[in-house]
């Protein structure tokens, strides 16, 4: 048992017991918008449109996308696409009585159906988001390095799409504004080769930006709480997803897009994208707008064929990124699900179930959603919750801490049958360290986890028969866990009993694991590189633990003296921790280029085994007295059947070292079957200093079976000569 009293939640997320909606509270609903196109609603009555926000209120939406108000239709093409006189004939519809000349207005309400919309929307309490121009000289400049024509098209569209958002808003914001949810910017960004892959010198996103520049401005002027979304699309045979996330990136910093813009990317379920395709690259794009502007995903409810996508394939694409948007849209739930009533009941099912726990919106309770609610609790300013109902579990209206506790063994309850938990970022991991429970198997998903200076730690405790593991969820391909830097801090520290760490890489730390009053833990499977002092400790009163089958290289970088390999226990200065450390392991283990000793048994430990391991000269400094593989001041320690290489290093003076730190302790050590490579009879600094198996003169320890080479082969280390005791007994 630890020595501390557990503290299970800190002090601070206990007292934010607030109401629920004193913070943004999202929807249970998943979908908060679905596009619609002007040919399919441009000649509806008011009665047709109520109809349609009324139904759509139904399916769990509060709004709707008018995808376009002005489109310019370009007759065939005679010639160069890039040419705009090779058209004969170009026919433009607009849906509201405009200023701006138009071949089309609406049939309805002398030509205003825009007025239409927006009373339709006041009168079923939903909003419109209105969009701008469409003009098929969109799609036609062509790949490459943009020409002049795209710039002067891009002029002549900007200043056409800003004319009319100050039309709209002066038209319609003294009536409607409330119903105006914001715009909607027609011009579909993709990934254009020339863009991506740098030849266009970044010509293409200095012009999209400066016409999408015109739009922001001319918001700004006309009603400047009101945000813009636009909607990129991805084609993956152009570039790679980090090619599209760097141009995303360079066109928002030539935008002016504010922080109350939406970026809400088209997913690719309409090219059929698999799941894991349609995460990779929103990763990407979020990354290109993260603090700059809101990230929604657009999904996509067709196919190839342009026909409705079923239902479980929208749910799975939709669950591959709802945890990295804050909110949905559709394309689209009218043209392709509101008039099939088995495909719009099935829909409405699905945009409205709530899973217990979920508050990221991502179809399943993981360790991910208790990390969300802590941060909410906590008043983090990028903690968002998609759907906040998810997370009463306690049914009282508010959300605090007892509803993370029941969160927390919700999830518990939810998992297989061995309480397996896959985390894939240092947010999830570090929560599920956190709040582990008897019997988890936390599985840490291949890639790097940057902990920087806060240490993972946990005062969980297993049991005997339910341990907690820790382990790598592929073996072949380990998590790689680094610190912020090898002078100060831990990566991962644990004060609780029987825990299981496995095939995890530690690296760029002070210390790499560090065991506090752990008992019957198990670490194994490990690399620990590249550490400022020891790689790991088990100390202050840890006792019964296993280090077994790690790779430990490259320790001491910042502190020579204090590099060891494995530190078990503590020395008698450190008079804060409990020096019992006991029946202590270390097993099969590999130390190369360790600056301390591989092994370091402090004094008032008893019984630690060392057996199996191979140890490698290479890189001892010989500072703070380390001379040798092993120091041991503990008693009754056990060291058999390893294998040690000198290599030629001069501060190696013995195979093995005993001192007697405290009186009574350095006493009863075992030495067997134990093969060492010593390369020279004598120290190399000191040529009368025997270079013996084992250096301990005062100390009354027993040998068997030992081999050494002095550079001539391997001979038995059998008599008085290779040990510097005279209280040795030769075990038959």
Known sequence: MKKKLSIMISAIICTAAVPADSHAAGSPWKFTSSFIQNWYCRDWTEERWEQEFTAAKSAGFDSLILQSTYDIVRGDCAGNKQDTAAYPSAESFCMFPSAISATYHSSQNSGDAIELALKAAKATDMQLWIGIVNDDMWWNYGWGAPSSYFEDWCGSNSELSSGLISEIWQRY???????????????????????????????????IGENINAAVTAINRACPGK???????????????????????????????????IYAPQEGGGREYPP??????????????????????????????????????LRENYNATADLAENNILFSWNHYYATDNALNSQFTAFSSETVSGDVNGDGELTVADIVLLQKWLLASPDAQLRNWQAADLCTDGRLDVFDMIQMRRALIDSQNVDNSIVVSNVEELRAAVKNAGAGDVIKVAPGEYLCGSQKLYSQAEGTAEKPIVLEALDKNDPPVLRGANTASGYILHITGDNWVVDGLKLTNSQKGIVLDNSNHTVIQNCEVCDIGAEAIAVRDGSSYCTVKSCYIHDTGLVSP?????????????????????????????????????????????????????????????????????????????YVHDNVGYRNGNPKIVAAFEVHEQVEGWGYHHIFENNTLYMDQPYGAENTSRRMYVVDGWFSDFSVKNNLVDYGNGLVHADSWEFYNSDNVTYLE
């Open 276 to 313: 894991e395709i349609i995460r990779k690259w929103a990763e990407e794009q979020k990354k290109a707008v993260d603090g700059r502007m809101h990230f929604w995903m657009n999904n996509e409810c067709f196919g190839k064929e342009r026909t409705a996508k079923p239902v479980e394939q």
């Open 227 to 261: 945000p813009l979304i636009i909607s990129p699309f991805f084609n993956t045979d152009i570039s790679s997803p980090e090619q599209f996330g760097s141009f995303i990136s360079d066109v928002i910093a030539s935008s002016g897009l504010r922080d109350i813009d």
């Open 173 to 207: 914001g003294s009536d409607y504004g409330d119903q105006i949810a914001g715009w909607y910017y027609t011009n579909e960004i993709w990934n254009i080769d020339a863009a991506c892959d740098g030849s266009d010198n970044g010509e293409y996103a200095r012009i």
């Open 561 to 637: 003296g204090y590099g060891e390999g494995v530190y078990i226990g503590s020395s008698k200065e450190k008079t804060e921790f409990d020096f019992k450390c006991d029946h202590n392991k270390v097993i099969d283990c590999t130390f190369k280029n360790v600056a301390a000793e591989h092994v370091d048994v402090k004094e008032y430990t008893t019984g630690t085994e060392i057996c199996g391991c191979t140890f490698y000269g290479d890189g001892m400094t010989g500072e703070n007295y380390a001379g040798s593989f092993l120091d041991l001041k503990g008693n009754d320690c």
